[in-house]
């Protein structure tokens, strides 16, 4: 089983920055690509950001030069920098790992922006 545990959320005022981190372990070799999602109360669960096995990168559109996705295979670590922030991104933030069988999240973690 992979497990994921993410970090680094917390409560900062608009236009400031925060960078989340997710740590990886289990049966790693079986990852295809990784991401980040997010949640708002009462709305679905949406795509913010991917990278792929070699390292392709794909954004949500609402998050497109404001947000990094990126992935340190030595420490076994997915990040994402989040610069400019909005009120608009506060939701809980989720990893994801897929891989051929499933989907594995992590437990996710808060964001909250002020206006």
């Known amino acids: 089983q992979v497990q994921l545990v993410e970090s680094g959320g917390g409560f900062v005022q608009a236009g400031g920055s925060l960078r989340l981190a997710c740590v990886f372990s289990g049966p790693i070799f079986n990852i295809n690509a990784m991401g980040w999602y997010r949640q708002a109360p009462g709305k679905q669960r949406e795509l913010v950001a991917t990278i792929t096995r070699g390292g392709t990168t794909d954004y949500a559109d609402s998050v497109k030069g404001r947000f990094t996705i990126s992935r340190n295979n030595a420490k076994n670590t997915l990040y994402l920098q989040m610069n400019s922030l909005k009120p608009e991104d506060t939701a809980a933030y989720y990893c994801?790992?897929?891989?051929?069988?499933?989907?594995?999240w992590g437990q996710g973690t808060q964001v909250t922006v002020s206006s």
């Open positions: 994801n790992a897929k891989t051929v069988v499933r989907d594995y």
